[in-house]
């Protein structure tokens, strides 16, 4: 099951803050953030494991919520190069495949 | 450092013609190796995993196959393509133990016409 983010598009004024979320129906261990910029592969951003925990570098952080399966994404004084699009991914096991399902994507738009 | 290529990068293809697609990693050893398709404007699909040489678990039933002759070396095939096998192709890595983000390749703009 895709778990679904929300929003699905946002603009913002550089300098401005956002959110980003991500929910799944299943029980997770593990979420990814990714970014996209337009026509170029995904780059990793950050993971966050089972435990609540929650991580960050520079202006970009995260939270991770087991219980309520969800993460969100938070993008703090944001930057022209901010934009793009971001995507959640979830893992589902502990094995040694990691695989994920990504989610439906956000574009995020920032402008001067 | 580790890299990771992936070849060619765009393919335009009839229907019915067959399709090779090859990625390759560098710099780590047992890598766990995946595609991904993207249709336009689309999340990630994931089609194909690999734990090791040989070892191919398929996510999604479709005319596509995958191929890992060597530790470091996945191939996506396919006998013969239809038009909605048209997407952006990528090949991403992880390493086998611990947990870190993927690594994805430069990806592959299919079209097929």
């Known amino acids: 099951q895709q778990p679904v983010q929300s929003p699905q598009a946002v603009i913002l004024r550089e300098g401005e803050d956002a959110v980003i979320n991500c929910s799944s129906s299943?029980?997770?261990?593990?979420v990814h953030w990714y970014r996209q910029k337009h026509g170029e592969a995904p780059v990793f951003l950050m993971i966050?494991?089972?435990?609540?925990e929650q991580k960050g570098h520079d202006k970009i952080s995260a939270s991770f919520n087991e219980k309520k399966q969800q993460s969100s994404l938070y993008l703090t004084a944001s930057q022209l190069s901010y934009s793009g699009t971001y995507f959640c991914?979830?893992?589902?096991?502990?094995?040694?495949?990691?695989?994920?399902?990504f989610g439906t994507g956000t574009r995020l738009q920032v402008t001067l | 450092s580790q890299t990771i290529h992936q070849w060619p990068a765009t393919l335009v293809q009839p229907v019915g013609s067959p399709l090779s697609l090859e990625c390759t990693v560098e710099?780590?050893?047992?890598?766990?190796l995946y595609w991904y398709r993207q249709a336009a404007g689309r999340g990630l699909q994931l089609l194909f995993y690999?734990?090791?040489?040989?070892?191919i678990s398929s996510e999604v039933p479709q005319n596509l196959s995958a191929s890992r002759p060597q530790d470091r070396q996945f191939i996506l095939s396919s006998k013969k393509l239809l038009l909605s096998d048209s997407g952006f192709y990528l090949c991403?890595?992880?390493?086998?133990?611990?947990?870190?983000?993927?690594?994805f390749g430069s990806g592959t703009r299919l079209t097929v016409v």
């Open positions: 710099g780590t050893s047992n890598p766990n």
């Open positions: 991914g979830t893992g589902l096991h502990t094995g040694t495949a990691s695989k994920l399902t």
């Open positions: 690999s734990v090791g040489i040989g070892q």
């Open positions: 991403a890595w992880s390493v086998t133990r611990g947990y870190y983000g993927y690594t």
């Open positions: 966050l494991l089972k435990g609540g």
């Open positions: 299943k029980a997770l261990y593990s």
